[in-house]
């Protein structure tokens, strides 16, 4: 649309009306000639018409509909099963043109992530769609018989989708999800063995139990023993003070066992001072929102675990998500938001956030940090850390990543960790500077609401932490981490060298091996179960639909013979299910454990 | 989230507890409401809650993102008056109606206010009006009722007129944790869809076999210990129901959680906390640990009044019950005159 207020009489009047929808034709005398007047005479007509276009365009804009909050509608099960096809049609177009005509320009993997193949690509939404296809026909002649009992005429609890991909796909493989166990999680586990005489309606024990080797647990240190000091001591607590407080912190809920853990972690850190919480989801959850509001921005990383999701969405705060592990995006996405301010009000941010965690445990990646510090005070932002899976896992004394990276523990403001992963405990800290803990000490709703940690919990985790930093006067917390550091570096090369695909560090202890799809992780799961190696399978929902795979949790409580066990196992289920499918160069060198 | 045989025990023994066909565990108290009522509850539907509900279910209901309606504390009356202008829009736009689902979530005993929840009336209304109803059971699990099974045991009232009862372990029964029990039709979704459930580690072994071992207590002893307890706390309520003038207590009788409360607030509720504080602090001086009532108060939907939490316990003894109330006493006219 072309509003001129004055036109040069050079321009040819045909320019002047072809404006839009209201194209006229003059005469193809020249209307130059005839002078302004006449132009703007034009003018008039192009204004008028370009005004009755916007009164047309206006009127058709009915005043503002009222806002309707409209309930978000699934479709039918038809039109998400054409959905998946017509995906698996373009791709099978696409494959087939690469094929007679490659591509030549390739798109720059990002680090350490190596793509498969569009084959591949095709074969997943190929199964997606049969599965769906399969279900949609079957629940057409039969529907599904599962019916709430004594809610006649009720809305029904569970409509669309979710319902229709846990009834027809995740209903088969049930099976390799939610296994039950009947032993200590230690390097070697009692799998309790599971048959099901309805296709996955229902599943039943048959009360064997199979030994296997525990690949599946985050048993990062080798803690989770029923044995040793850990277990003398809590044992002592609990006939000492019983196994619980009944009451939150503020409300005659702390005891001596309580502070002298803070203490404890606050030393281990290297910060002023810690504050623990009975449970490391609950941590994320009920911290976040005292922590942060509206107002205030928040950078998170696109893989960030859900106890993140849900407490930066409970406190009300903005948050942007940057591609993982980017410091370049994170940093553009930052600097774009300051410059811009609140977006409806382009006032300035309370405060920024940068929410990254240590280890992402779908991804086996570790964060950037010293980047991130670079980024952080470049621009004032603060920097808090999950280290969940880090904790204990990484770093050369198990400071988690702020020592793996050298940086120093004052350059991270808020350092957040749980005791379930590295300590074989459960609960969470969140440590820092004293004004900070200060503050949640205050504010927080673990402190004023739930309940506090339980002592023999506690005890567990002072005595491993004691043990971890060699306060106990042994080399044993020394000898774990090595162990660890040298499991993790073997497994990772030799699973590499043998042409599966896998993502994340070299050093990171959790290890997810891609297979892409969904059949492919069950039979690997029962496969590798029926050879004695109990690993976990994961697909969607907690990853990308295109992402379903194996995912290893390396342990210093593993020896290189049980390694070597594993490894050879997983080759040749590899070869089973044909998942080999790295396409880069292996070295033939062997490598040392 | 990993189960061990002793998680899966545990779960059977509560199932079987209350007469119902599955449950689920979790591992801290406050996850289990802040997480049950989310898997089911999504944008567009409508809760209907009291207005005196436990923070964790707030919390619950806030992550949920449905609409929620607060009615008056243990008033069917007022619940019953929201349904029917709700049944008067609903007429309007069945298609709508017909894609909403209701929710009326209560609790048994309230925490907030020792109030023991008007059941029956409650029941009749969700029937009508075709609400699921969520119950959170966690002062009254094993404290209510002739065989110690709560609320609806105390009422008489079918399992199957609940949709969902939630509880934690951690107030009465003495563990960590908590737990959901209904049909498996309901509960078994929330194996895969509960945040507290799926993304969290499970309870520490130790811990679920100690609660195994409150179950099978409860079980064998549990109507006699109600009717301690029970009688233990009409003692106490009368007791303290004559303390101060300026003072007045709230809470069931049978409840074993009651309130104190100032009469007249200063109107500022800072104010209010710093005075029981003080009486808090005498209290102690006189033989009693008593604590203020802690809550955020910014944070609550409905910010209750400062308040001082009296529990009771099974075994205190008459004697006792006496010092606390002179204790209280000698407090409440040192602070206030």
Known sequence: MVAHTEVSPQVSPEKILTVGECSETRGSESVSSKGPDVLCEQNEIVSHKNSNHVAIAGSSTVPHPKKKSYKEEDCSLFVAFFTFLSYGVLLLVGYIKE?????????????????????????????????????????????????????????????????????????????????????????????????????????????????????????????????????DAAEE??????????????????????????????????????????????????????????????????????????????????????????????EKKLREAIVYGHSRTRRPWKKAVIVVEGIYSMEGSICDLPNLVRIKNKYKAYLYVDEAHSIGALGSH???????????PKEVDIHMGTFTKSFGAAGGYIAGSKDLINHLRVTSHAQVYASSMSPPVAQQIITSM??????????????????????????????????????????????????????KISMFVRELTKRGVAGVGVGFPATKITGGRMRFCLSAAHTKEMLDKILKEVDEVGYLTSSHYSREPKSQEPIEW | MVVLDVHLNLEERLAA?????????????????????????????????????????????QASRSRIVYFQHNDPEDLHRLLKEQAIVDAKDPKRANATRKFLVVEGVYFNTGEVCALPQLVVLRRQYKLRLFLDESVSFGTLGPHSRGITDHFNIPMTEVDLLMSSL???????????????????????????????????????????????????????????????????????????????????????IKHIRLSESSGDRQCDEAVLTQVVHKAEEYGVAVTVASYLYDREANAPQPSIRITVHKNLTDAQIDTTRDALTHAFTDVLG
Not at chain 1, 472 to 501: A, C, P, W
Not at chain 2, 32 to 61: H, M, W
Not at chain 2, 211 to 234: C, F, H, P, Y
């Open chain 1, 99 to 231: 094929f007679f005509v490659p591509v030549t320009t390739k798109e720059k993997d990002r680090e350490e992530v190596e793509l498969c193949s569009p084959f591949t690509n095709f074969t997943i939404y190929l199964s997606y769609g049969v599965l769906f296809f399969v279900g949609y026909v079957k629940e057409f002649f039969y529907p599904p018989s599962t019916k709430e009992k004594n809610r006649e005429g009720y809305v029904p609890l569970y409509i669309g989708f979710e319902s229709f991909y846990t009834r027809n796909v995740y209903r088969r493989i049930q099976d390799c999800w939610n296994r039950a166990i009947c032993s200590v999680p230690g390097a070697e586990i009692d799998l309790m063995e599971r048959y099901t005489p309805d296709y996955g309606w229902t599943i039943k024990h048959t009360g064997k139990t199979i030994r296997c080797i525990n690949v599946g647990s985050y048993n990062y240190l080798g803690f989770a023993e029923n044995k040793g000091p850990c277990h």
């Open chain 1, 466 to 519: 004691v043990i971890i930093m060699g306060k106990d006067g042994s080399t044993e917390g020394r000898r774990r981490i090595q162990q660890l550091s040298r499991n993790v570096k073997y497994f990772r090369q030799r699973l590499r060298q043998m042409g599966f695909i896998v993502y994340g560090h070299d050093d990171s202890p959790v290890v997810p091996m891609l297979l892409y799809l969904i059949p």
């Open chain 1, 237 to 330: 607590v609990t006939r000492e003070v019983g196994i619980t407080t009944s009451s939150p912190r503020w409300e005659l809920g702390t005891m001596e066992i309580h502070r002298k853990l803070e203490s404890l972690v606050a030393e281990f850190l290297g910060v002023e001072d810690a504050i623990t919480f009975g449970m490391g989801f609950a941590t994320n959850v009920l911290n976040l929102p005292s922590l942060l509001g509206p107002g205030c921005l928040v950078l998170s990383d696109e893989f960030n675990h859900a106890s993140l999701i849900l407490g930066l969405r409970l406190s009300g705060a903005t948050v942007k998500v940057f591609q993982h592990n980017n410091p370049e995006d994170l």
């Open chain 2, 170 to 256: 951690e107030l009465g029964a003495g563990g960590t944790g908590g737990f959901c029990v209904g049909t498996s039709f309901v509960v078994e979704h929330q194996r895969l869809s509960g945040l507290g459930y799926c993304f969290s580690a499970s309870l520490p072994p130790m811990l679920a076999a100690a609660s195994i071992k409150v179950v099978d207590i409860l079980e064998e002893e549990g109507a006699s210990l109600v009717e301690q307890l029970q009688d233990r706390s009409t003692q106490m309520h009368r007791a303290l129901t004559s303390l101060h003038t300026k003072v007045n207590i709230t809470g069931a009788e049978l409840s074993p």
């Open chain 1, 398 to 408: 198990g400071g988690g990543v702020v020592d793996y990276y050298g940086v120093d």
């Open chain 2, 17 to 61: 507890y209350f007469n119902c066909e599955a449950a689920v565990l979790y591992s801290y108290g406050f996850s289990t409401s802040a997480s049950a009522v989310p898997a089911y509850a999504k944008s567009g539907d409508i809760i209907y809650a009291d207005e005196c509900i436990n923070f964790a279910l707030q919390r619950g209901l």
